[in-house]
């Protein structure tokens, strides 16, 4: 079974397959499922690695604006 930091690292290159022009991208799950994304899916994809960020105690950091 893969750890937590290996499915990350796996999500976030089948994101940067997506966003670089590959149809689309498949990832193993923590159940050991395989999942198939599209390009038109990345908003999915996003919401799994911030829930694989959450587990390893990462945070994403918004930008500030100043006006």
Do not use: N, P, W
């Amino acid at each position: 079974m893969a750890t937590t930091a290996e499915l990350l690292a796996e999500a976030r290159d089948a994101r940067h397959r997506l966003l670089t022009g590959s149809a689309e991208a498949e990832i193993r799950t923590a159940d050991g499922e395989s999942v198939k994304y599209a390009a038109v899916e990345v908003s999915r994809l996003d919401t799994y690695i911030a829930g694989l960020e959450a587990q390893l105690g990462k945070r994403r950091r918004g930008i500030k604006v100043f006006y």
